[in-house]
């Protein structure tokens, strides 16, 4: 069976490894963000065009909260 991926853009988050269980927390609160934005945009997912621009603010807010570093990278 083969299943095509669309090109996308994708956060690339990275955490200092320093304090794991304040890193689960902050995963835990980043798949949130994407089920958040399913409910929001009729169940889109992380391949809609628009997923980063609808998402950065909320990411960019737990980066502030948990400081962990991040990127947006095109995915083939």
Same mark, same amino acid.
């Given at each position: ?5 669309? /090109? ?17 927390? @902050?995963?835990? #609160? +980043? ?7 399913? /409910? ?17 603010? @909320?990411?960019? #807010? +737990? ?14």
């Amino acid at each position: 069976m083969k299943a095509r991926v669309p /090109k996308h853009r994708e956060f690339m988050i990275q955490f200092s490894g320093n304090d794991q269980a304040k890193e689960n927390e @902050a995963w835990a #609160k +980043l798949n949130q963000i994407v089920e958040d934005y399913k /409910k929001e945009h009729n169940g889109q997912s992380v391949y809609a065009p628009t997923f980063i621009e609808d998402c950065e603010p @909320a990411v960019k #807010k +737990l980066q502030e909260e948990y400081g962990f570093t991040y990127t947006v990278d095109f995915v083939k």
